[in-house]
């Protein structure tokens, strides 16, 4: 893959951790945390007393994962002082494994190879495959993951915190719903695109500037699935868009062969 001179391909170690239900679903994953043995044996407990009786459990978790990914920055990047908008895009299912050349055919990677100078920094993780049959992993099982990845960035490199925007399509739509609705407070603006999605997901994500694309023609996920977001979303007062594409079926190119999208996005800031 011939990215330009001031992009890469990267493959990073993250360790996540998480005690309890203390962290809040929308919060980041810790960066790391140390794993603690149980506070007392069952010798030391004691014999349980009968019956029903309320307990709390305690323990750290901690897990290390890999998550490959390409990281494209335009030649401006390092010019100056200035901190730069974050684009995370979520591939389809045609995308999964640990190989990041399955990448090269989707359009927004394609783009980047021919743009040396988009006005965004742009990093696409790789969603693993998982076990192929029971159907393969999606991003729903990795959203914390995209997210450490996220924050990983932010601390490494001149990103603007208040301008990281999440788009995908297909599964990468599905994920881009879920990881919005997981991590609300996170992303400036979305753009789902010919995902289907849960519409209680739309209740956590409301306060997210969307945009919302799709095939009318789609027979791989039905329009529908984006048009029931949309008028949830509406219902509770988002700042929502809907692209219905006349004619269009499942990979669309739309979103990407023009400016207007990202122009788009640019316009939004976190909201405090």
């Given at each position: 893959m ?14 996540l951790?998480?005690?309890?239900s ?5 919060e ?13 044996s069952v ?77 965004f ?17 999606t ?8 997210a ?69 023609l ?32 499942h ?20 909201a405090?």
């Amino acid at each position: 893959m011939a990215f330009s001179c001031r992009a890469a391909v990267t493959l990073a170690t993250l360790t996540l951790g998480c005690l309890g239900s203390a962290r809040g679903a929308d919060e980041a994953p810790p960066r790391a945390a140390a794993s603690t043995p149980p506070t007392e044996s069952v010798a030391e407990a004691g014999p349980p007393s009968t019956g029903q009786h309320p307990h709390l459990f305690e323990r750290t978790l901690t897990r290390t994962v890999q998550a490959p990914y390409l990281l494209y920055f335009p030649e401006s990047y390092g010019t100056d002082e200035r901190r730069w908008p974050l684009l995370v895009y979520l591939h389809g299912g045609g995308g999964r494994g640990s190989d990041l050349s399955a990448l090269e055919h989707y359009p927004m990677v394609q783009r980047l190879e021919k743009e040396p100078d988009f006005p965004f920094v742009v990093v696409s993780p790789q969603c693993p495959w998982g076990d192929r049959e029971l159907g393969g992993e999606t991003w729903t099982e990795h959203a914390d993951v995209v997210a450490a990845l996220i924050h990983d960035l932010i601390d490494r490199y001149a990103i603007d915190p208040d301008r990281v925007y999440l788009i995908g399509h297909s599964m990468g739509g599905y994920g881009t719903w879920y990881i919005a609705h997981r991590y609300p407070r996170l992303f400036a603006a979305i753009a789902p695109m010919s995902g289907p999605a849960v519409t209680w997901w739309a209740y956590r994500a409301r306060n997210i500037p969307t945009w919302v694309w799709h095939g009318s023609l789609d027979d791989a996920v039905p329009v529908s699935e984006s048009e029931k977001m949309v008028v949830f979303l509406r219902e509770l007062g988002a700042d929502v868009r809907f692209t219905r594409i006349e004619d269009g079926i499942h990979p669309i190119r739309e979103p990407f062969d023009g400016d207007e999208l990202f122009d788009w996005l640019l316009e939004h800031r976190r909201a405090e």
